[in-house]
């Protein structure tokens, strides 16, 4: 069993930056994917980014040039640096893990943190 724990959300000004964070227990993380994701109000959720075990990274097209995921396997963290951010990236934020051997989808998911940019 996998447990996720977000933190880092906040309000912030468009143009702004933050640094969010997820905490995993459990589980073998160094070998899980690891993802991002948010969802705004009235919106299906949307991918944000993606890191693999072997540190390849994937990020949806609103986001790509202006985030990026990192992670810190020593820590059991994953990251999303937020720069340039936007009014429309207003969501909420979740973190989700894929352990080795799940091919598709994500059966572990964090409870999410808000972020709210200020236009």
């Known amino acids: 069993q996998v447990q996720l724990v977000e933190s880092g959300g906040g309000l912030v000004q468009a143009g702004g930056s933050l640094r969010l964070s997820c905490a995993a227990s459990g589980g073998t993380f160094s070998s899980s994917g690891m993802g991002w994701f948010r969802q705004a109000p009235g919106k299906e959720r949307e991918f944000v980014a993606f890191?693999?075990?072997?540190?390849?990274?994937y990020y949806g097209d609103s986001v790509k040039g202006r985030f990026t995921i990192s992670r810190d396997n020593a820590e059991k963290m994953v990251y999303l640096q937020m720069n340039s951010l936007k009014p429309e990236d207003t969501a909420v934020y979740y973190c989700?893990?894929?352990?080795?051997?799940?091919?598709?989808?994500?059966?572990?998911w964090g409870q999410g943190t808000q972020v709210t940019v200020s236009s």
């Open positions: 989700a893990a894929r352990p080795v051997g799940v091919l598709n989808g994500y059966p572990y």
């Open positions: 890191i693999s075990s072997t540190d390849r990274t």
